[in-house]
């Protein structure tokens, strides 16, 4: 239920009109989410012409296979779905996929608990060297550095801005395997900047 | 305050930051991090991160989207005639 505004009606109505082919209502899915759809394709291939093809390819294939959709989950969520299938397809194609790397956390604790070495601070880091434009930099850098199951959750969720529910049709994972997911990303995205 | 380990606050924070805690384990938490100084600078950390991760700026304009989506319209209207 959560973040689900009430959109039923209206998304059954529009999953009506895209099964009979209006391409009104095509076109209207693709003003909401294209652009969405195309800066997620970006950022997980890192090469605007692929995310393109990839973007291109999947609303075609939707398109011929909108019949088989059931529904089942929300439209937003399944053509998030399609884009990544045909990203991480590219990806492994590339033999570039990076799985989900060690557990940055791993190391920092003791047997009872504690922290093992005192946390970094990053005062000095943050506050003096590195202004907030060049921290969001060195964040972005860092995040297309991150393996691609670490970097998609972020992506969806902190970029794009999809809510649980649709992040976890998305990525077909369930809501315990996202909040593990989301901060192991974290995690790993902060030990990269802070260098620790 | 300190009774919870350290390892299960920083496992803790991202539902704290998502606001997906119960009001007592957040109560449990803020009175560790409180207490902590590891803890508090991990948490400070992290939701920078978080914040920092999900900022769009003026140099993030969406990307233009009408070249894709004249070739998807273009498909959909030739298969449709
Ligand atoms: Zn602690």
Redesign the interface.
């Known amino acids: 239920m959560q973040g689900d505004e009430v959109h039923h009606s209206p998304e059954t109505a529009q999953l009506d009109a895209l099964k009979a082919g209006h391409t009104s209502a095509w076109k209207e899915i693709m003003v909401l989410h294209g652009s969405g759809l195309l800066s997620f394709a970006i950022r997980m291939l890192g090469d605007r012409g692929a995310a393109e093809e990839i973007v291109q390819d999947s609303l075609v294939n939707i398109y011929h296979t909108i019949g088989r959709f059931d529904g089942r989950c929300s439209i937003k969520s399944w053509l998030y779905r399609a884009v990544h299938n045909s990203a991480i397809d590219e990806i492994r194609r590339r033999k570039r996929y990076v799985d989900v790397g060690i557990d940055a956390e791993e190391n920092y604790f003791n047997e009872a608990g504690r922290w093992i070495n005192d946390c970094p601070g990053w005062d000095g880091l943050a506050a003096k060297r590195l202004d907030d434009k060049r921290l969001l930099t060195l964040v972005r850098e860092q995040m297309d550095h991150l393996p691609h199951t670490h970097r998609e959750v972020l992506l969806l969720k902190e970029f794009e801005g999809l809510d649980t529910t649709e992040i976890c049709d998305a990525l077909e994972i369930s809501p315990g395997n996202l909040r593990i997911r989301i901060h192991r990303a974290r995690a790993a995205l902060r030990a990269a900047v802070v260098g620790a | 305050m300190v009774y919870l380990?350290?390892?299960?606050v920083?496992?803790k924070?991202?539902?704290v930051i998502?606001g997906?805690t119960s009001l007592m384990t957040r109560m449990r938490f803020h009175g560790h991090i409180m207490m902590c100084?590891?803890?508090r600078?991990?948490f400070e950390?992290?939701k920078?991160?978080?914040e920092?991760?999900?900022?769009?700026?003026s140099d993030?304009l969406?990307?233009?989207?009408a070249?894709?989506?004249g070739?998807?319209?273009n498909?959909?209207?030739n298969?449709?005639v």
């Open positions: 380990k350290c390892s299960v920083v496992g924070i991202s539902e998502d997906q100084k590891n803890c600078r991990y950390q992290f920078r991160v978080k920092f991760a999900g900022k769009v700026t993030d969406p990307p233009d989207f070249h894709v989506m070739f998807v319209m498909e959909i209207e298969k449709d």
